[in-house]
């Protein structure tokens, strides 16, 4: 499989009508299997998108920044987002490649895509919280990031920008 040097992605502004892509994402088991310890798949209905998107992909804060990753044949693959976290005071990151597109290198490539923006954003640090038994925290650190504490369920991870 390609590595994240090599793999070609896209970011995407979704509009509204691309939620489709996020319910189903959330819906799917293996995808949200690193979501297992915090119940797994989600739910994600029609009647929660327009608040979910005017708050996630339509605000002007600051605070909040989100982004479809389209593959080399323009198909959506995943997302990536990072939001402030006043229980840490900094931002936290969030990368999700949907789980038919996982080890071809989407995920390093998007979480470079995401380090890039917030820091073009001024964001000077990003944080993710990763349960302790999701493969991610291997991909997180071979793309700079570092153990700060963990506990038996989660491990927090940073990045200096």
């Not at 470079?112 to 990003?126: Q, R, S, T």
Request: charged share 30%.
């Amino acid at each position: 499989m390609g590595s994240s040097k090599n793999t070609v992605i896209t970011l995407y502004k979704p509009e509204y009508e691309d939620l489709w892509f996020r319910e189903q994402m959330l819906s799917d088991e293996e995808t949200m299997a690193y979501n297992r310890a915090w119940g797994g798949a989600l739910p994600f209905p029609e009647e929660q998108w327009r608040v979910w998107y005017d708050h996630w992909v339509e605000c002007g804060d600051g605070k909040r920044y989100y982004r479809y990753i389209k593959n080399e044949t323009d198909k959506f693959v995943g997302e990536i987002a990072y939001h402030f976290d006043p229980g840490i005071d900094g931002y936290t990151a969030n990368v999700i490649v949907y789980s038919g597109y996982r080890r071809r290198g989407y995920g390093g490539s998007a979480l470079d895509a995401l380090c890039f923006a917030a820091k073009e954003n001024g964001i000077p640090v990003l944080y993710d919280d990763i349960a302790v038994d999701n493969p991610a925290i291997g991909l997180f650190k071979r793309h700079g990031f570092f153990e700060v504490y963990r506990t038996e369920e989660k491990i927090v991870l940073k990045k200096e920008l």
